[in-house]
């Protein structure tokens, strides 16, 4: 049951009582004991000083009972309720199960060592039963815990979960691991979190060792990307690895990347591709405010559908900005991106309203635009004049203000 129960009736209590209850019967007949309480807390805030496997009653019983296509799954918030209604006390936050979590990598090895799946990192899903939102402009969220864990599940369905010190492995999400068949070992390669990583604005790369579970970070020569994250990557004649797509930080924000990086794991040097430069663009609101491209899109789908009668979809509008003293207007966002006439702009997603990407052509010339949390950020070749950019800039700048209501900032990266 949730914390503010003041939202519900009491139909919907009740509800949602009858579907807790064998959850909350099942972890009853399990019991907590001290020894589980101490081992919660030990895991979440304990300092170790090497590798060590983790063999704690409590946590391999929340990894028996953490997979989802089972009937013996247990929700992480369930069981967080359990504790809060029997008045058990665990230092926060509550560990969560790997596959329970949020921007961690998983990966399968068919080699001699027969791993189904393992996973590495993450961040916690369930904050009081809520997926938690987030931004990426601090190395740190006391808000929830960032993970330094490495969790195998082999073949014949045994499991191990190893855990490091945060010196030798700090806590990291949003990375990708790349497996090494000649090698054996698993490569974590970027990514969020404690550590260096956001506060010098590096890319790390560390190394797994199967045969001995350690994990060893690797000392790069050579200039390193700025903190990627939620990138793609692959590996060339067994020592060259790719990574492109993704997030760069600039200036604590994730901003798109642009460029396609290597990283050579004979040399351990960093190298770039030596491809076309961008000019690229940051535009948002002066005081980081809402923009509303999402919520724009969204309003206009539904009126376009038809699915929705008038009176809803009004309400709906008014819940959405009842909070805010200007009225968006969403009905502008259509001609965000077409700054001329002549201008031929095609719409490239993934997901629906879900950071889109416009390629856009106009007087020979070719840009992008990418809508990210708040903000639009532009490319243009390099080759592409200041005035032509001012004036694509210039008319974005215009727009956002209209739709949003708020003054608008543009700023060109160095």
Avoid at 149 to 159: A, E, H, R, S
Avoid at 274 to 290: C, F, G, L, R, V
Avoid at 330 to 352: R, T
Avoid at 358 to 376: A, D, P, S, T
Wanted: hydrophobic share 35%; charged share 25%.
């Amino acid at each position: 049951m949730t914390e503010n129960i003041s939202t519900y009736t009491v139909e919907e209590l009740a509800r949602i009582e009858e579907f807790e209850a064998p959850y909350l019967q099942k972890i009853a007949e399990r019991g907590i004991t001290q020894n589980d309480i101490d081992a919660l807390n030990t895991i979440n805030h304990q300092a170790l000083v090497t590798k060590k496997q983790n063999k704690d009653d409590i946590i391999l019983w929340l990894l028996e009972h953490s997979n989802f296509a089972t009937e013996d799954y247990i929700y992480p918030y369930i069981f967080s309720q359990y504790l809060r209604k029997n008045n058990i006390e665990i230092e926060r936050p509550l560990w969560v199960a790997p596959n329970e979590r949020m921007n961690h990598t998983h990966i399968s090895a068919d080699n001699k060592y027969y791993i189904f799946d393992l996973r590495i990192g993450g961040n916690d899903v369930f904050i009081s039963g809520s997926l938690k939102l987030y931004e990426t402009k601090d190395y740190y969220f006391p808000e929830f815990k960032i993970y330094n864990d490495v969790y195998i599940k082999f073949f014949d369905g045994t499991y191990e979960l190893w855990n490091y010190p945060e010196e030798q492995f700090p806590p990291v999400y949003e990375h990708t691991t790349l497996y090494d068949e000649y090698t054996d070992k698993f490569y974590i390669i970027g990514g969020l979190g404690s550590g260096d990583r956001q506060r010098k604005n590096i890319t790390e790369i560390y190394a797994l060792d199967l045969e001995t579970k350690d994990i060893q970070k690797i000392e790069a020569l050579g200039e390193s990307p700025p903190c990627l994250h939620s990138h793609s990557v692959k590996i060339w004649n067994r020592d060259l690895i790719e990574m492109k797509g993704g997030f760069i930080l600039h200036k604590g924000i994730a901003i798109k990347n642009l460029y396609i990086w290597y990283f050579n794991l004979k040399t351990k040097m960093w190298l770039t591709q030596n491809s076309e430069k961008y000019q690229h663009w940051i535009i948002q609101a002066a005081e980081n405010d809402e923009l509303f491209l999402q919520t724009s899109q969204e309003i206009l789908k539904m009126e376009e559908e038809k699915f929705y009668s008038v009176k809803f979809i009004e309400e709906h509008k008014e819940h959405l900005f009842k909070n805010y003293k200007y009225q968006p207007r969403y009905q502008l966002y259509p001609q965000l991106y077409h700054a001329h006439e002549a201008i031929y702009v095609s719409k490239i997603e993934g997901f629906p309203y879900l950071n889109p990407i416009y390629q856009c052509i106009l007087q020979g010339q070719v840009y992008h635009c990418f809508e990210g949390y708040n903000r639009v950020e532009v490319a243009f070749q390099a080759s592409t004049s200041n005035e032509f950019q001012q004036f694509i800039i210039k008319d974005l700048t215009s727009k956002l203000k209209q739709i949003s209501g708020h003054d608008i900032v543009a700023e060109k990266l160095s």
